[in-house]
């Protein structure tokens, strides 16, 4: 009985030392609607209700220059100890029309990660069902505090392509946002979160990103990044799906993935 119950505290201590550990959790988000619920769409009450909790919850919302700024040789400036980073990826016409509002609300630093061959078209790699915000929505965006980031040109997974497809999708997400006049801060979110399995390409696709002077990549994978962070391309995100209940929204945000 005894052992039971020092066992039962043993992982109440370690879960809540998990739970308060030093980290950036940085939450994925896709798609936003005032209705439909599906697992990369939440609806505007879900979001509203993400946010009051991560409030409540005292998470320290930080923009991706905030990261990028942390993970700078001298680390001058370090990340609180609850760091939280809110992510879009795709760049739905949807973030605009549904969610802006409530992120102004709660002054919530966003950054939105751009396919730039789709800008003002539609997600032709998803069955074209939802429009892209233009580059010139997108300019509007950056005027409300948001920050630009790159997610591949074609919406590619990177796990899936030789390096030379790789490296010419890098280089025209960049000469695309130049040519758009999209002002991008130097990340990329992979498309399904997807990086080449083998560490040979892998470390060829880390310099081609160097090369271009984007600094840091993101996957999926549920962790909390730990801090100071040691591999900045592969920083992990937590995937938010509005087929979570909000407990398992909660569990996700505050302890990751457990295993
Ligand atoms: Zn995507």
């Known amino acids: 009985m005894w052992i039971f119950i020092a066992l039962l505290f043993g992982v109440f201590m370690w879960l809540n030392f998990h739970r308060n550990h030093h980290g950036l959790r ?4 896709h798609k936003v609607s005032t209705t439909d ?11 509203r209700g993400h946010l009051t909790y991560l409030r ?3 998470y320290q919302f930080v923009s991706l220059s905030d990261v990028l700024d942390s993970l700078k040789k001298d680390r001058a400036v370090s990340l609180p100890r ?11 016409e949807n973030n605009l029309t549904n969610a802006l509002p409530i992120l102004q609300e709660f002054a919530v630093p966003v950054t939105i990660f751009v396919s730039t ?7 032709e790699w998803d069955g074209s069902t939802d429009s892209i915000l233009t580059s010139e929505q997108l300019k509007s965006l950056i005027d409300k505090g948001f920050t ?3 997610h591949s040109h074609r919406h590619l997974n990177y796990k899936n392509h030789p390096i030379e497809t790789i490296e010419t999708d890098l280089v025209s997400n960049v000469e695309e946002a130049g040519r758009l006049e999209l002002p991008m801060a130097q990340a990329i979110s992979y498309p399904y979160g997807g990086r080449p399995k083998s560490p040979v390409m892998r470390q060829q696709m880390i310099e081609a990103m160097e090369r271009l002077g984007i600094k840091a990549g993101f996957r999926i994978g549920n962790r909390i990044n730990k801090i100071p962070i040691r591999d900045s391309y ?8 509005g087929t979570d209940s909000f407990a398992v929204f909660k569990r996700k945000v505050n302890w990751g993935k457990l295993i």
Do not use: C, H, K, S
Not at 234 to 241: A, E, K, S, T
């Open 26 to 29: 940085v939450l994925m988000y």
């Open 117 to 123: 061959a789709f800008v003002g078209g539609m997600n």
């Open 56 to 58: 409540q919850a005292n």
């Open 234 to 241: 592969d920083l992990n995100r937590i995937d938010v799906r």
């Open 148 to 150: 630009l980031a790159y």
């Open 82 to 92: 609850r760091a939280m980073l809110v992510t879009f990826d795709d760049a739905y």
């Open 37 to 47: 619920i599906d697992f990369m769409t939440v609806t505007t009450e879900q979001l």
